[in-house]
């Protein structure tokens, strides 16, 4: 089965800490994304990657910043946290149609 | 506009009733269709996906896809309590890396 494993499932963290979300996939897929859900808005995309040091902005990059140095992890940076950015993330690798979602990890920002 | 529409309801509906879930999207150059499942505190689980227009069955479970009205429907049939949970539609176009683009989602609940 695949797996795609998120470092944490609850995270708090203070305004203005520097945040990394950590992200590793077992089935070589070449396309990773991280997404942030909350209610009302569904998921957005906030990074994806589909290559090694290969980056793209989704559709809410501002306040984030992502690394992947290894295919099967891909890591999603907070610079500097901030209320807003309290939600649940969540991290998905790809081949053809198919996602594989992580657990998620709620993280709030105090 | 947001490129895809899905009422985020709540849902409620006794067991054994069919669920209609839909979803409308505005962009032309999508070529696959998917709805995903999702339980409370779980990631998205993909439950079927369909690629351009037509059905496609999978036991008590139907998806429609009309690329002509740009609108996408789930159907639940003998619906049971364990299929509640939150339905998301999600698409994408077919150039890879075929970003998946996602409805809000629906929040179902079958009562027994």
């Known amino acids: 089965d695949v797996k795609v494993t998120q470092s944490s499932r609850y995270l708090v963290k203070r305004t203005g800490e520097k945040v990394f979300l950590e992200c590793v996939q077992d089935?070589?897929?070449?396309?990773m994304f991280w997404y942030r859900q909350d209610p009302g808005l569904g998921l957005r995309l906030i990074y994806f990657s589909y290559d090694v040091k290969m980056k793209e902005k989704g559709d809410i990059p501002e306040g984030y910043s992502v690394s992947r140095e290894k295919k099967e992890r891909f890591s999603l940076i907070l610079e500097s946290a901030s209320t807003n950015q309290t939600s649940m993330y969540l991290c998905?690798?790809?081949?053809?149609?198919?996602?594989?979602f992580g657990q998620g990890t709620r993280l709030t920002v105090v | 506009q947001k490129e895809v529409e899905q009422d985020p309801g709540p849902l409620s509906v006794p067991e054994g009733a069919i669920v209609s879930l839909n979803c409308t999207y505005s962009n032309s150059a999508f070529q696959y269709f998917m709805w995903y499942r999702q339980y409370s505190r779980k990631g998205p689980e993909l439950l079927m996906y369909?690629?351009?227009?037509g059905n496609k069955e999978d036991g008590r479970f139907t998806a429609q896809v009309d690329k002509s009205s740009k609108y996408i429907s789930l159907f639940i049939r003998d619906s049971q309590p364990s299929d509640s949970a939150t339905y998301l539609c999600a698409m994408s176009e077919v150039p890879p890396p075929q970003k998946l683009v996602f409805g809000q989602g629906t929040r179902l609940t079958i009562n027994p």
């Open positions: 089935m070589d897929h070449e396309n």
């Open positions: 369909t690629y351009s227009s």
């Open positions: 998905a690798s790809k081949m053809n149609t198919e996602a594989f």
